[in-house]
């Protein structure tokens, strides 16, 4: 934001960006009251952040951190929307379901050609 830049101008910044906030998003949910920070409770805490049937639509940027973690709190599961689109993780293998960029090498660079979303 201080530079006018966008995530996605460059190649996996938006990912790298949605991922630190998700870590940090899991380390507040391990960090309440009753809860051991460690991977699996933090793990825990991203298995509530993909109420895509209902949920209410956080997008996941630092001005909205504390309503995510308000929400974690109250026992309340969220739909976040990362930087780099929809974080929609299928809580069984834990994985997010994420576009392919398709890019193109020419003039000493990389462009990207399209996204191909799943």
């Given amino acids: 934001q201080k530079f006018s830049e ?3 101008s460059a ?12 870590v940090a998003v899991g380390a507040a949910y391990a960090s309440l009251p009753g809860r051991t920070i460690n ?13 895509v049937d209902g949920g209410t639509k956080v997008l996941l940027d630092p001005p ?9 709190t109250n026992g309340t ?8 689109g929809p974080l929609d993780f299928d ?11 398709i890019w193109r090498a020419a003039d000493g660079g990389f462009t990207t050609v399209t996204t191909v979303q799943p």
Avoid: Y
């Fill in 6 to 8: 966008s995530p996605l």
């Fill in 39 to 51: 991977g699996a409770t933090l793990a825990e805490g991203l298995t509530h952040l993909s109420a």
């Fill in 11 to 22: 190649s996996f910044v938006a990912n790298n960006f949605d991922a630190m906030m998700l």
């Fill in 91 to 101: 809580n069984g293998p834990g994985e997010a379901v994420a576009g392919v960029d």
């Fill in 64 to 72: 909205r951190f504390n309503t995510v973690v308000s929400n974690l």
């Fill in 77 to 84: 599961d969220i739909n976040v929307q990362g930087v780099s």
